[in-house]
């Protein structure tokens, strides 16, 4: 057991290292990612111009919102898991791991913990910079329950995150090329994530079908949650479940695109 740990703590500090070296263009995405606020704030300003709530939220809330995803996909997004792993198999790298006693499932998801480990204290940097400026437009929740639950669907948020990502990167084995069909997921999490506008927005049945959804739970669902768009705990423990049967789903279908993939794959390279 320690030898398993501390094999993949090994690449923990290895990625970690990797994206230290990187951490100033880390630090300036998340500077301008914060420019990309100033246009949700124009947007949602003229969007709640002589009304004081939209769908039961105010404008503190909405902006709240929008600032609160932002720290999360530096948090946790998969932003090139998929095609790192695309590479690997294409190029042959992913040899390496069949010859040895390493897991490349855990190997992978030590290298996206240690990238998101960065990127998520980086955030904190153009945040602590630009709250002078965000505060008196924010509406924060002080209840001390939505961390208890808060957490665990970050948690989870992250292994569905990786965990597509992990999936989409395996299907290189089958196709040469996987970009279009990243680009299709990243369109349909764009809308059913909630990161192009609050999920709570839409008609009340097109919302209800999308919690049963997986792109539901890896954004909305814990920003929502820290953001007091989810007050009900009830409900929040039930979306814990259906996250939760998620996680399971899309990790035994990574196991089993990993089975099936090496059957047809052929090392001629690493």
């Given amino acids: 057991m320690l030898a398993t740990l501390t094999k993949y703590a090994a690449a923990f500090n290895v990625g970690l290292q990797s994206n230290l070296v990187y951490r100033v263009n880390f630090a300036v995405r998340g500077f301008f990612s914060f420019f990309h606020l ?7 300003s003229a969007a709640y111009a002589g009304s004081p709530a939209i769908g039961g939220f105010s404008f503190a809330q909405t902006f709240t919102y929008f600032v609160a995803l932002i720290v999360v996909q530096f948090m946790i997004g998969a932003f090139n898991e998929d095609y790192q792993i695309s590479e690997e198999i294409r190029n042959g790298l992913i040899n390496q791991f069949l010859l040895k006693p390493v897991n490349y499932f855990a190997y992978r998801f030590s290298i996206y913990v240690s990238a998101r480990f960065v990127t998520g204290l980086l955030i904190l940097l153009p945040l602590l910079v630009t709250y002078p400026l965000l505060k008196d437009h924010l509406a924060i929740p002080h209840e001390w329950w939505r961390l208890g639950l808060g957490l665990p669907a970050l948690a989870m948020s992250a292994l569905i995150q990786f965990g597509i990502a992990y999936c989409f990167g395996l299907m290189s084995f089958w196709f040469l090329e996987i970009q279009g ?3 299709l997921s990243m369109a349909l999490e764009s809308v059913l994530g909630g990161q192009i506008f609050p ?3 839409l008609p009340d049945w097109l919302f ?3 919690q ?3 792109y539901y739970y890896q954004m909305y669902f814990p920003v929502a949650i820290f953001t007091g768009r989810l007050n009900d705990p ?3 423990l039930a979306g814990l479940g259906i996250q939760a049967c998620w996680v399971v789903v899309i990790l035994a279908l990574g196991q089993f695109l990993w089975t099936r993939g090496l059957r047809l794959h052929t090392a001629v390279g690493g």
């Fill in 212 to 214: 049963f959804l997986p």
């Fill in 208 to 210: 209800r079908i999308s």
């Fill in 199 to 201: 999920l709570d927005l």
């Fill in 38 to 44: 100033i246009v949700v704030f124009i947007l949602w």
């Fill in 234 to 236: 009830a409900a929040i």
């Fill in 181 to 183: 069909i990243v680009i």
